[in-house]
Nanobody, 124 residues
Framework: VQLQASGGGLVQPGGSLRLSCAAS????????MAWFRQPPGKEREFVSA????????YYTDSVKGRFTISRDNAKNTVYLQMNSLQPEDTAVYFC??????????????????WGQGTLVTVSS
C-alpha cells in the first residue's frame, strides 16, 4: 500500500483544514488508518485512527471535539477534518495504515505503511 497525504497549508488560528490520504492498492479497506503528527522539534505523536469499516474512531485528547476522522473505502481515501485550529496544532501530519489492537492504537510501530507527510501551519 502506498499512501499520499495532501491538504496541508497555512491557516489562521480558529480556522479549518481537511487533510486527505489517498491509498493505492486493493487492500485499503482491510487496514486501520491513522493520522500522526510531528510538531517542530518534537517527536511524532498519535492524532486519530479509524477502523476498517469506519465504525470505530479514536482521538488523542487534545483534538477531541475539534478533529474528525473519516474514510471512504470506495475511494481508498481517509480524511482528517480539523476545525478550531490552534498554533499548537502546527506539525507535519502523516497518514498510516496498519492493524493495531485497540490498546496499541497510538503506537506508531503498529503501522506498516506511511505517507510522506503534509505540513500544517497555524499562525496569524
Amino acid at each position: 500500500v502506498q499512501l499520499q497525504a495532501s491538504g496541508g497549508g497555512l491557516v489562521q488560528p480558529g480556522g479549518s483544514l481537511r487533510l486527505s490520504c489517498a491509498a493505492s492498492g486493493p487492500q485499503f479497506s482491510s487496514y486501520t488508518m491513522a493520522w500522526f503528527r510531528q510538531p517542530p522539534g518534537k517527536e511524532r505523536e498519535f492524532v486519530s485512527a479509524i477502523r476498517r469499516s469506519g465504525g470505530s474512531t479514536y482521538y488523542t485528547d487534545s483534538v477531541k471535539g475539534r478533529f474528525t476522522i473519516s474514510r471512504d473505502n470506495a475511494k481508498n481515501t481517509v480524511y482528517l477534518q480539523m476545525n478550531s485550529l490552534q498554533p499548537e496544532d502546527t506539525a507535519v501530519y502523516f497518514c498510516a495504515a496498519g492493524s493495531p489492537i485497540t490498546s496499541a492504537m497510538s503506537l506508531d510501530q503498529m503501522y506498516y505503511y506511511w505517507g510522506q507527510g503534509t505540513l500544517v501551519t497555524v499562525s496569524s
